[in-house]
């Protein structure tokens, strides 16, 4: 079973959620010819305090 992980900084609402899974299994299901019964998608909601870009943190 294909998994993605996806991870973000909090702030989508559970609809913007379901519909970034729904987005994203549809797209791998096309590219690969998997059967979306098939696909996880786990989504993580990482602080923006823990994130950082070009040696910076975010928060």
């Not at 996806?6 to 559970?14: C, F, R």
């Not at 696909?39 to 928060?59: C, E, F, I, Q, Y």
């Given at each position: 079973?294909?998994?993605?992980?996806?991870?973000?900084?909090?702030?989508?609402?559970?609809?913007?959620k379901?519909?970034?899974?729904?987005?994203?299994?549809?797209?791998?299901?096309a590219?690969?010819?998997?059967?979306?019964?098939?696909?996880?998608?786990?989504?993580?909601?990482?602080?923006?305090?823990?994130?950082?870009?070009?040696?910076?943190?975010?928060?």
């Amino acid at each position: 079973m294909p998994l993605i992980q996806i991870s973000q900084t909090p702030g989508l609402s559970d609809e913007q959620k379901r519909a970034a899974i729904e987005a994203v299994t549809q797209a791998y299901c096309a590219a690969t010819g998997k059967s979306e019964s098939a696909v996880w998608v786990v989504m993580t909601d990482v602080p923006r305090a823990s994130w950082g870009v070009g040696g910076v943190p975010l928060g």
